[in-house]
């Protein structure tokens, strides 16, 4: 009898742990997965595809560059890797890591070499460059807000201020869940 009144208690603490780590959990695996734009065009006539994946507190991003507006022509390719972490409702918080840069085209590769890109002028064809350092943005915050929609994840980053709202019209931070 004498240990009823603690093991109530140490049972509603354990439970009310247990439902706080839950809550953090629901919102990152909210995010957790792989996710995708559907093919949009630029200003400049080319066209883009932008594929994240959140695993963990590791976001990887995809960015397909497309010398044409309907994704049908690979211009070039740059993958990203950087650290995240979920902050108050709707917001994340982007720590930047490693960028990687693959032309996919010869023009692409004539543009890389003539622009200098990542401080290299010896750009081929179809071969990774790893761009981190030349980049210069390791370890740099950005800010970002997130709206859910069913399979639907609508995003807005800034690299100064903490966005508070996203424009879901806007097809460029519009992914489908994969």
Same mark, same amino acid.
């Given at each position: 009898?004498?240990?009823?009144?603690?093991? @109530? @208690?140490?049972?509603?603490? *354990?439970?009310? =742990?247990?439902?706080?780590?839950?809550?953090?959990?629901?919102? %990152?695996?909210? *995010?957790?997965?792989?996710?995708?734009? +559907?093919?949009?065009?630029?200003?400049?006539?080319? #066209?883009?595809?932008?594929? &994240?994946?959140?695993? !963990?507190?590791? *976001?990887?991003?995809?960015?397909?560059?497309?010398?044409?507006?309907? =994704? +049908?022509?690979?211009?070039?390719?740059?993958?990203?890797?950087?650290?995240? #972490? @979920?902050?108050?409702? !709707?917001?994340?918080?982007?720590?930047? !890591?490693? %960028?990687?840069?693959? &032309?996919?085209?010869?023009? +692409?590769?004539?543009?890389?070499?003539? +622009?200098?890109?990542?401080?290299?002028?010896?750009?081929?064809?179809? %071969? $990774?460059?790893?761009?981190?350092?030349?980049?210069?943005?390791?370890?740099?915050?950005?800010?970002?807000?997130?709206?859910?929609?069913?399979?639907? *994840?609508? $995003?807005?980053?800034?690299?100064? %201020?903490?966005?508070? #709202?996203?424009?879901?019209?806007?097809?460029?931070?519009?992914?489908?869940?994969?």
């Amino acid at each position: 009898m004498k240990y009823i009144i603690p093991i @109530i @208690i140490l049972s509603l603490v *354990l439970l009310s =742990c247990s439902k706080e780590d839950e809550e953090k959990t629901d919102t %990152t695996t909210a *995010l957790e997965g792989t996710w995708k734009t +559907a093919c949009y065009t630029e200003s400049d006539n080319t #066209s883009t595809i932008k594929t &994240p994946t959140f695993a !963990g507190n590791v *976001l990887t991003i995809t960015n397909e560059r497309h010398s044409d507006t309907s =994704c +049908a022509t690979d211009y070039r390719l740059r993958e990203e890797s950087h650290t995240f #972490s @979920i902050g108050d409702e !709707g917001k994340f918080l982007i720590t930047l !890591g490693t %960028t990687k840069r693959t &032309p996919q085209s010869s023009l +692409a590769v004539t543009a890389y070499n003539s +622009a200098s890109k990542c401080s290299a002028n010896d750009w081929e064809l179809n %071969t $990774v460059k790893d761009c981190t350092e030349a980049d210069n943005n390791q370890g740099n915050s950005v800010y970002c807000f997130y709206q859910l929609s069913g399979n639907t *994840l609508y $995003v807005k980053c800034d690299s100064s %201020t903490q966005p508070t #709202s996203v424009d879901t019209s806007d097809a460029s931070n519009t992914f489908t869940k994969q």
